[in-house]
């Protein structure tokens, strides 16, 4: 898959219109310019937090509408209360996924990369430990939490290709560090508002009642506080799954949506990499 490419963004357009404005406005009344300026100061405070802006670069975040299909993602995991139960049930709806996980937990628990893999389910890049303030850090710690990551998936046997911010949020360097990295920007189209499982109730209802063909539908592979959690949110995977049936929406594979590679895999089955848990 090609590197993410690097034309122009439309903050790059926007930045030079607002300039021209402000020259021209400066022409006519000083205290003119101000206005062009910091309504360009203005959008990229504010467009970056909208998981569908493209304003600093290509971000997908949905697939073709043509093919009454929808692709499941899983972010922050994985997690050794949920992760194992929810392949368990993705397989029982032979349902592929994605998921985007932290480097950090990769590490922790290089099994449960293993069983996602075997599973024939997908990888992503969501950052080494998912700080939600990355994308107000420096250069060299954004760098830092996307490349650790990917050699953390480079010991599992895979190269993921798609990366998803923390949060969802982008901001002027990301584009840079992806590109170094050979990825693409992909982030999601339906959440669930789910406060990342601190709010499981009515999750599958929420998803349903807005979901569309080629959606890229965010859930979260981690651990619901309170007893009875995991229980609770697996009923809810469970009803979502029935629920994107009963309205013909078929669940693939998140590369498929989107007609681009998710991830490589550098060692093929049989090596470390793709050995199912046991079988090293």
């Given at each position: 898959?090609?590197?993410?490419?690097?034309?122009?963004?439309?903050?790059h357009?926007?930045g030079?219109?607002?300039?021209?404005?402000?020259?021209?406005?400066?022409?006519?009344e000083?205290?003119?310019?101000?206005?062009?300026?910091?309504?360009?100061l203005?959008?990229?405070?504010?467009?970056?937090?909208?998981?569908r802006?493209?304003?600093?670069?290509p971000?997908?975040s949905?697939?073709n509408?043509?093919?009454?299909a929808?692709?499941?993602?899983?972010?922050?995991?994985?997690?050794?209360?949920v992760?194992?139960?929810?392949?368990?049930?993705?397989?029982?709806?032979?349902v592929?996924?994605?998921?985007?996980?932290?480097?950090?937990?990769?590490?922790?628990?290089?099994?449960?990369?293993?069983?996602?893999?075997?599973?024939?389910?997908e990888?992503g890049?969501?950052?080494?430990?998912?700080d939600?303030?990355?994308m107000?850090?420096?250069m060299?710690?954004?760098r830092?939490?996307?490349?650790?990551?990917?050699?953390?998936?480079?010991?599992?046997?895979?190269?993921?290709?798609?990366?998803?911010?923390?949060?969802?949020?982008?901001?002027?360097?990301?584009?840079?560090a992806?590109?170094?990295?050979?990825?693409?920007?992909?982030?999601?189209?339906?959440r669930?508002?789910?406060?990342?499982?601190?709010?499981?109730?009515?999750?599958?209802?929420?998803?349903?009642?807005r979901?569309?063909?080629?959606?890229?539908?965010?859930?979260?592979?981690?651990?619901?506080?309170g007893?009875?959690?995991?229980?609770?949110?697996?009923?809810?995977?469970?009803?979502?799954?029935?629920?994107?049936?009963a309205?013909s929406l078929?669940?693939?594979?998140?590369?498929?949506?989107?007609?681009?590679?998710?991830?490589?895999?550098t060692?093929?089955?049989?090596?470390?990499?793709?050995?199912?848990?046991?079988?090293?």
């Open positions: 898959m090609k590197a993410v490419p690097s034309p122009w963004s439309p903050a357009r926007t030079i219109a607002s300039l021209l404005l402000a020259a021209g406005a400066a022409a006519v000083p205290l003119w310019a101000v206005v062009p300026l910091a309504s360009f203005l959008l990229c405070a504010v467009l970056p937090f909208f998981s802006s493209s304003f600093f670069l971000v997908i949905s697939g509408p043509d093919g009454n929808v692709s499941l993602t899983f972010d922050d995991g994985p997690d050794p209360r992760t194992p139960r929810l392949l368990e049930l993705l397989a029982a709806a032979e592929p996924a994605a998921f985007f996980v932290t480097g950090e937990r990769a590490a922790r628990y290089p099994e449960l990369i293993r069983a996602i893999l075997s599973a024939g389910h990888v890049n969501h950052s080494w430990r998912h939600p303030l990355l107000l850090r420096p060299s710690v954004l830092r939490e996307v490349e650790e990551a990917q050699q953390i998936f480079a010991e599992a046997g895979i190269r993921p290709r798609a990366f998803r911010p923390p949060v969802g949020i982008t901001n002027p360097r990301l584009p840079l992806l590109r170094e990295s050979g990825m693409i920007c992909v982030t999601f189209s339906r669930g508002a789910d406060w990342g499982n601190r709010r499981v109730a009515g999750l599958a209802g929420r998803l349903l009642q979901v569309r063909p080629g959606d890229i539908l965010l859930l979260h592979d981690v651990s619901p506080p007893t009875g959690g995991v229980d609770r949110w697996l009923a809810e995977v469970g009803a979502l799954l029935r629920g994107l049936r309205r078929r669940a693939v594979l998140l590369s498929d949506l989107i007609g681009q590679s998710v991830m490589e895999r060692c093929g089955p049989g090596k470390k990499g793709f050995d199912p848990p046991g079988q090293e």
